[in-house]
């Protein structure tokens, strides 16, 4: 079964660091593009991170560029987002999600896999 | 940023209504535009791709058109399973960005 399990969430005080882990299973992990999607409390989705299969292309919103570091352990299976300095507006539900990619160019075309989420919430 | 903007943001209908939700980007995004159905307490679900192609496992009544700016989601017979929250998402460039979402409620 492919499945994606996120763990590593918590209660955090503004300023302080956590770091999610992604556990994959299921599917040849080094294969695919993967990413971190979060959502607020009663909000939409946001797109947070992608990293390309060897970690070698890391792309960011905005708002957590220079705080966040996503990463992988393709010999893990495992997918990473380091947050520090962290904010009350990075408080929401983190999903990890696999990337469904076009069969001839490898275009990404959407998240096809998604864990159940981990809860952060930064608060004093 | 490509701003994704959906409409309507709530919408209401009985078991076997036709529904269509909007998307429009603020730039073209070819067709580099995805669908997904979140219920609550959920994570979403990948239902369309590449704007019209349906994701392995959706059933049929789903389909979705559209390229450049204007996109649209369309179930054809509402279903019990099917009140849920809808997000468009596209791929065109980063940052990637998401519709605010469309909430179908049963009426």
């Known amino acids: 079964e492919v499945q994606l399990v996120e763990s590593g969430g918590g209660l955090v005080q503004p300023g302080g660091s956590l770091r999610l882990s992604c556990a994959a299973s299921?599917?040849?992990?080094?294969?695919?593009?993967m990413t971190w999607v979060r959502q607020a409390p009663g909000k939409g989705l946001e797109w947070v991170a992608n990293i390309q299969q060897d970690g070698s292309e890391k792309y960011y919103v905005d708002s957590v560029k220079g705080r966040f570091t996503i990463s992988r352990d393709n010999a893990k299976n495992s997918l990473y987002l380091q947050m520090n300095s962290l904010r009350a507006e990075d408080t929401a539900v983190y999903y990890c999600?696999?990337?469904?990619?076009?069969?001839?160019?490898?275009?990404?075309?959407?998240?096809?896999?998604w864990g159940q989420g981990t809860t952060v919430t930064v608060s004093s | 940023d490509i701003q994704m903007t959906q409409s309507p943001s709530t919408l209401s209908g009985f078991v076997g209504d036709r529904v269509t939700i909007t998307c429009r980007a603020s730039q073209s995004i070819r067709s580099w535009l995805a669908w997904y159905q979140q219920k609550p307490g959920k994570a979403p679900k990948l239902l369309m791709y590449?704007?019209?192609s349906l994701e392995s496992g959706v059933p049929s009544r789903f389909s979705g058109s559209g390229s450049g700016t204007e996109f649209t989601l369309t179930i054809s017979s509402l279903q019990p399973e099917d009140f849920a929250t809808y997000y468009c998402?596209?791929?065109?460039?980063?940052?990637?960005?998401f519709g605010q979402g469309t909430r179908l409620e049963s009426k």
């Open positions: 999600a696999k990337n469904l990619p076009e069969i001839l160019t490898g275009y990404l075309l959407g998240m096809d896999v």
């Open positions: 590449k704007a019209s």
């Open positions: 299921g599917f040849t992990f080094s294969r695919f593009w």
């Open positions: 998402q596209h791929y065109d460039s980063y940052p990637i960005t």
